[in-house]
């Protein structure tokens, strides 16, 4: 499954993502996201766009990837034994 979106910056900067996202400004600043996800809804790719507007005729674009990997691969756990007293 796909996800596609727009996401306000001032949420992120408040967030655990604060030392990334308060470098830029919330003003003139768009971000748009796609997730990519397996059918059994684990992530597989994030790609971000951060788009700064510095004037009318000036745009810069940042763009980040991430790639998951081996997610719902791990060890086994097991649970623990109950035992009566």
């Known amino acids: ?3 596609r979106g727009v996401a306000r910056l001032e949420p992120l900067a408040a967030g655990p993502g604060a ?11 768009k971000l748009t996201y796609t997730l990519v996800t397996s059918l059994d809804h684990l992530p ?13 005729a000036s745009i810069v674009r940042s763009l980040y990837s991430v ?19």
């Open 67 to 85: 790639t998951y990997r081996s997610w719902g691969e791990g060890t086994r756990i097991d649970a623990p034994t109950l035992t009566r007293r």
């Open 19 to 29: 030392p990334f996202y308060s470098q830029y400004s919330a003003d003139g600043t």
């Open 44 to 56: 597989q790719r994030l790609d971000i766009e951060l788009a700064v507007e510095l004037e009318p």
């Open 1 to 3: 499954m796909t996800y």
